[in-house]
């Protein structure tokens, strides 16, 4: 594939998009020239109980102040339904698919307004208000969206927990961000499988010591009986329906915190990225309308787990906002058939499809037989996020699954991001597969070289952003410290992503990952410290390092050394696998882990992760200059304890 292959926007597409190339040069001036104008008119997408007369008043200095909108007040369930009443009342908001053909639910926007209202007002009984963290932990129903959106309206402050996260990990995130009451679920359902939910929120609530929650409020999903604790434990199903159908919505602060959603770093454990709710509810309506040319009559489907931010943004708030209709599925992509994906789109008639690499790939495999059983004439554009898509990928989404007819956007941005930052806007950007292409009016991306200097032209470098936008986290829950440290002294007056990145001759943007210690698997980020922690609590463990190795499906697989304390005893390495997925989840489960006698090490004593990484993805003829090591001879031995565990 050569780089200079470019895909224009297909006439019948480019015909009916509502930002061609000249409106969006347009955009960009004013983003650039009249800022102020330009956010105060975009705020405009969104209901405001009074409407802000400022848009920025941020600053990437000193102390790192980020505000947008900051005299506005508004409520952001009322911008995703209330508002939609009078006009779309009976549009159908929230389409869900179970796994099995006839599970199917549509609500209209007020049969959503209204289990909306329930919820809040149960949440409301219950002594829940202003700025109380409400953890949510439920798989993909229905009332994971209510809930959400069930929180805003009171002007609670939700906390999304994926439902693969350990007990350990849940406790971590429960006494962090204090969340005062805990919504879940007896079990979530997955293929064949069940999940106990509940099980191990209770085993969670146990782990977080010195951190009590008022209630748990459990939701019916399989029926499976749960052990209630008296006074706590609360059936979530009589509260509701006992509950008023309408309630009130708190109307907030633009920068009152909307929600906490924790993801991985470099460094320590996971940090709960606070997002507020003006400039957060205007990001997701602005690129939500701009990169998937929203327009009425839309299906919008994004695959996401409603847990992770692509889920906040591009299942809930944005598609809300805009008074779209969203496909919530709770399947699995090959179950119980391969081809259940392709079917979902076919039966509700998806014109939007948003989905990610790892996921493209697994399906790519399947064959192109699979795919072309299915008409898949409704949809009209596509999008990737969370990795690189490689070019091959790019182009099997874009011919097998588009047919050629449907752009196809590749999506950068981050949990920290609140939205998309780098996209092509489909009708006035040409795409090149494999480039997330150009940065969205208003966002000034920067690339700056090891020494901090500004890579001009084309050229590679770390990718950082040189003003604040809208939708961008405002801390980190209960640290700014560690926000100042971990997003703005890369270089003063930046953010820095993590990221690095090469702009080519056209300025497009061509993403190459991560460049701190964070692996990306699967679309899940993992801190390669958050693994060495976890393992160093166990003291059958003298040292570990966990690094990201290629790997085919899921973009990148986890590899874990461990230097045992006693004997090299191989069961160790599945050993240390247990405490692993224990600790963090299963999805952190590593791909390998090999039981090794030492680490390179510096003579400082740093371990040098590049070799392991070299070593684990086996390219020993480029494993460079070893004479910084304190003990060169080690990296023979792990050569020869790789091969001999292959
Ligand atoms: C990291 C953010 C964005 C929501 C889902 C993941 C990687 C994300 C792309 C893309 C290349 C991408 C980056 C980023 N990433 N999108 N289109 N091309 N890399 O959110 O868990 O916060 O992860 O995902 O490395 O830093 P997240």
Redesign the pocket.
């Known amino acids: 594939m050569s780089e200079s292959s470019i895909f224009p926007a297909p006439p019948s597409f480019a015909a009916q998009a509502a930002v061609d190339s000249a409106r969006l040069r347009q955009m960009k001036d004013d983003a650039l020239h009249h800022p102020e104008r330009f956010w105060l008119e975009q705020a405009g997408r969104i209901a405001w109980a009074s409407f802000p007369t400022i848009a920025s008043s941020s600053s990437f200095e000193g102390d790192i102040a980020i505000r947008w909108f900051a005299d506005g007040r508004l409520n952001a369930s009322v911008t995703c339904l209330d508002r939609h009443l009078a006009e779309r009342g009976d549009q159908v908001a929230l389409v869900w698919q179970g796994q099995d053909e006839g599970q199917v639910e549509r609500l209209t926007y007020r049969a959503l307004h209204e289990r909306v209202c329930r919820m809040a007002n149960v949440l409301r009984d219950l002594g829940v208000g202003r700025g109380d963290r409400v953890a949510i932990h439920l798989p993909m129903v229905v009332e994971g969206v209510v809930a959400m959106l069930a929180c805003a309206r009171i002007g609670a402050v939700h906390v999304v927990l994926f439902g693969g996260f350990s007990a350990e990990g849940l406790a971590d995130r429960l006494v962090n961000s204090g969340a005062v009451v805990v919504l879940t679920a007896d079990e979530g359902r997955r293929g064949g499988k069940r999940i106990p939910l509940k099980p191990t929120m209770d085993e969670a609530l146990e782990r977080a010591t010195g951190h009590d929650v008022r209630h748990v409020l459990v939701l019916a999903v399989t029926g499976a009986e749960t052990p209630m604790r008296a006074g706590r434990d609360l059936a979530l199903a009589p509260l509701l329906a006992a509950a008023a159908a309408d309630c009130a919505p708190a109307i907030m602060e633009a920068e009152a915190p909307l929600f906490v959603l924790y993801?991985s770093g470099s460094t320590g454990k996971p940090k709960g990225m606070v997002h507020t709710t003006g400039g957060y509810m205007v990001w997701a309506s602005y690129t939500h309308a701009l990169v998937f040319d929203h327009k009425p009559g839309d299906i919008f489907w994004c695959t996401a787990d409603i847990s992770?931010?692509?889920g906040h943004t591009y299942v809930v708030y944005g598609p809300l906002a805009n008074g779209g209709t969203v496909v919530l599925f709770e399947g699995l992509p090959s179950h119980p058939a391969p081809g259940r994906w392709w079917e979902v789109i076919d039966t509700h008639k998806v014109t939007t499809f948003y989905t990610a690499p790892t996921a493209i790939r697994a399906l790519m495999r399947e064959g192109d037989d699979v795919v072309a059983r299915y008409a898949l004439s409704s949809l009209r554009l596509l999008g990737?996020?969370?990795?690189?898509?490689s070019a091959d990928a790019w182009l099997w989404f874009h011919d097998v699954v588009g047919r050629g007819r449907c752009p196809v956007v590749?999506?950068?941005?981050?949990?920290?991001t609140g939205g998309i930052l780098i996209a092509p806007v489909p009708a006035a950007v040409p795409q090149k597969p494999g480039s997330?292409t150009l940065p969205l009016p208003g966002v000034e991306c920067v690339l700056l070289d090891d020494k901090g200097r500004i890579v001009t032209g084309e050229g590679e470098g770390c990718l950082c952003i040189a003003r604040s936008w809208p939708g961008q986290a405002r801390t980190i829950w209960g640290d700014h410290a560690r926000f100042r440290q971990t997003y703005f002294s890369f270089h003063e007056g930046y953010y820095f992503?993590?990221?690095g990145a090469r702009r080519d001759a056209d300025g497009y943007y061509w993403?190459t990952?991560?460049i701190d210690d964070v692996i990306?698997v699967s679309?899940?980020?993992i801190g390669t410290a958050e693994v060495e922690d976890v393992v160093a609590t166990d003291h059958r463990f003298a040292e570990c390092a966990a690094v990201g190795v290629p790997h085919d499906l899921k973009g990148q697989g986890l590899v874990v050394f461990v230097v045992p304390r006693g004997g090299a005893d191989p069961a160790l390495a599945q050993e240390a696998a247990l405490v692993i997925s224990r600790g963090i989840g299963r999805y952190a489960a590593p791909e390998q882990v090999y039981v090794v006698p030492d680490l390179p090490k510096t003579r400082s004593g740093k371990i040098v992760r590049r070799l392991l990484r070299k070593i684990a993805s086996n390219e020993l003829d480029a494993l460079g200059d070893l004479s910084t090591l304190a003990d060169a001879t080690i990296v023979e031995r792990l050569i020869v304890d790789v091969a001999v565990v292959e």
């Open positions: 993801t992770w931010i692509t990737s996020v969370g990795e690189p898509i590749d999506t950068w941005w981050q949990t920290e997330a992503s993590g990221d993403i990952g991560r990306n679309g899940h980020r």
